[in-house]
RNA sequence: GUUCCUUGUGCC
């Protein structure tokens, strides 16, 4: 059974998914019991295949079927509706979820709070949030905060960001870049250099992804000389900086200095594009 | 053995 498994799970992995479903169904008509994992990975396969209705119909010949299904079929199941979804699709699998007990697995709970937030569904997301209660890890945290962000809440994910400090949660490079897209997003720069306060204090300034985002903040909230200085630290390798303050200075009509901008990188010689 | 939850710029 184990190998058999593997079987499928490596067919759909790899794109082959209707070599992996062959498989699946000449299992059934020899009458194997098919166990969760082996549903799990072929749901997975089509998820992963962007075949989200196929995954779903899975779903629910798994619960004909009178299997149970767990949270890793809701991990794929959510993945594959997370891209371009409507908010009445989350819902219904979310009530899917909450049939079978599965909204108290964190896992769950902070992929619901991601894919309702892509949605714009930001107030279901906030409800599962606060659902999760006291079980909420920094990536509940993180999934919130971005949500926010995406929407322009800049206040309601700074709250959270000081919240989650009060009660003793540890930001990570995740929590870091999602707060600074978030007060961004409000051109709330006051905020936005608290968080720099923070980002020193705690280490975060060594990782690509935190200082580009501290640097895009500056820039969309008008203060194009702290990115430069910013930038100026690093060893001016990273494309993603090099955009952030090119186009910094375009958006501030300094055509001149993104022009510069633009020699210095290509004299620059680092492989960039 | 199956899924492994969240983060950066611009262009399109």
Redesign the pocket.
């Known amino acids: 059974?184990?190998s058999?498994?593997?079987l499928?799970?490596g067919y759909?992995?790899n794109g082959y998914v209707h070599e992996a479903d062959c498989l699946f169904q000449q299992m059934q008509q020899e009458g194997i019991e098919l166990?969760?994992?082996?549903?799990?990975?072929?749901?997975?396969g089509y998820?992963?295949n962007g075949h989200s209705h196929k995954a779903f119909k899975l779903l629910l010949q798994m619960d004909s079927l009178c299997m149970k299904p767990?949270?890793?079929?809701f991990?794929?199941i959510l993945?594959a509706w997370?891209v371009f979804t409507r908010p009445e699709n989350v819902c219904l699998i979310h009530s899917l979820i909450l049939e079978w007990e599965l909204h108290v697995d964190?896992?769950v709970?902070?992929?619901l709070?991601?894919v309702y937030g892509?949605c714009g569904s930001i107030d279901d997301a906030r409800r599962v949030f606060d659902m999760l209660n006291i079980k909420h890890?920094?990536?509940?945290?993180?999934?919130m905060?971005?949500g926010y962000?995406q929407h322009s809440l800049g206040q309601e994910a700074f709250d959270l960001f000081t919240k989650m400090g009060c009660i003793g949660v540890e930001p990570?490079?995740?929590?870091?870049?999602?707060i600074?897209?978030a007060v961004?997003s409000i051109l709330a720069l006051d905020h936005g250099k608290l968080v720099h306060d923070q980002v020193i204090k705690s280490g975060f300034q060594g990782?690509?992804?935190?200082?580009?985002?501290l640097?895009?903040m500056y820039?969309?909230c008008g203060s194009p000389e702290d990115a430069q200085r910013l930038f100026l630290q690093t060893c001016g390798q990273?494309?993603?900086?090099?955009?952030?303050?090119?186009?910094?200075h375009a958006y501030n009509n300094d055509y001149n200095l993104a022009l510069h901008c633009f020699q210095d990188m290509q004299q620059g010689d680092c492989g960039l594009d």
Do not use: E
């Open positions: 059974m184990v058999w498994n593997v499928i799970a759909a992995q166990d969760n994992v082996a549903w799990n990975a072929l749901i997975a998820s992963l767990d949270s890793v079929t991990l794929s993945k997370s964190v896992m709970a902070n992929t709070i991601d892509k890890n920094v990536v509940s945290w993180n999934a905060i971005i962000a990570d490079k995740f929590t870091y870049a999602s600074l897209k961004s990782d690509v992804f935190v200082w580009s985002s640097m895009d820039v969309k990273d494309t993603v900086m090099w955009n952030a303050l090119i186009s910094g």
